[in-house]
Structure formats: structure tokens, C-alpha cells
């Protein structure tokens, strides 16, 4: 799990590269699917991770600013530093006990939902990488290349 982790994080910097080669208007520009914007989805994808692992996982208390807050793009690229800096540690020391543990999600109704970490864990990955499969379509759509999605090559598994 360790791996899909960092490469995510790897792709999520990749991104915010790619970002600072394309001007603010493209960046907030209506799409069509997701979100629907460059940079509020890049903000998004942050925000979630950092929901889940740090707010649910660990019940810790978090601030997540409003998009507007921090709307631009070097704004985005520090709240997501900032993020990873709590997010990290708890993804390095993951361990198998943890796999099975309960956290308990409060639903947008009010509603008590029971999630196993693992499962989590797994979502936050999946979302992102949901995420990342339309930041490229966009991309392809104002004419530039996606960053590259594969796995292999970023160094993760050095042999």
C-alpha cells in the first residue's frame, strides 16, 4: 500500500508541475465531469486525503480551508505540503493491526457509517487515482501532453 501512496504523491507534484506551465484561466476553466476545474480538483484530491487519514482515521483535528482560501495554485501546492506532512508519517508506519480497526465516518446526513482502516486506506488511493484519469483527459483537451500515469519507471520498486 506503502508504494501506491508514493506514487501518488509523485504524480500529484507531477501535476502541480504541469499546472505552472499552463496559465490560471485554463487552470479555472469549466470542464465537463468531476469537479470540473484543474486546480479546485488538485485541491480536492488533497483535502480528501487528508479528511480521511488524519480527521477519520486518526481523529485528529484538522483545519481544510475553503477552496477560495487558497485558490491559487502555489497556495494549493502549500496546503498540500502542509497535509502531507501529517498524512506521511501515519502512511509509513502502517502496519497489518491496523487493517482490520473501525474508525467511525459521520455521513453528510448525520448518519453513523463503520469503515475498516484498510478499506480506507484503499479508497483514498482509488480516489486519486480516479482524479489524476481526468486531470489527463483535460490536459489532452487544451492540447498538452497528461503527465504520465505509469507505474513503472518512477523508481518506487528499485531492484
Wanted: aromatic share 12%.
Amino acid at each position: 500500500m506503502l508504494k501506491l501512496f508514493e506514487y501518488n504523491w509523485q504524480v500529484r507534484q507531477d501535476w502541480f508541475d504541469w499546472c505552472d506551465t499552463v496559465n490560471k484561466e485554463e487552470l479555472m476553466k469549466k470542464r465537463t465531469g468531476g469537479i470540473g476545474y484543474i486546480l479546485p480538483t488538485l485541491y480536492h484530491i488533497v483535502a480528501v486525503e487528508y479528511g480521511w487519514i488524519c480527521g477519520g482515521i486518526q481523529e485528529k483535528a484538522i483545519d481544510i480551508p475553503p477552496f477560495e482560501e487558497v485558490a491559487g495554485l502555489q497556495q494549493i501546492k502549500d496546503f498540500s505540503a502542509r497535509c502531507h506532512l501529517e498524512v506521511a508519517p501515519f502512511v509509513y508506519d502502517w502496519n497489518d493491526s491496523l487493517e482490520d480497526r473501525i474508525m467511525i465516518d459521520i455521513t453528510d446526513e448525520g448518519e453513523r457509517v463503520a469503515h475498516k482502516y484498510g478499506e480506507v486506506m484503499r479508497h483514498v488511493i482509488a480516489h486519486e487515482i480516479h482524479h489524476i484519469g481526468q486531470l489527463s483527459i483535460w490536459s489532452r483537451e487544451i492540447g498538452k501532453k497528461p503527465v504520465t500515469a505509469n507505474l513503472i519507471g518512477r523508481g518506487l520498486f528499485d531492484i
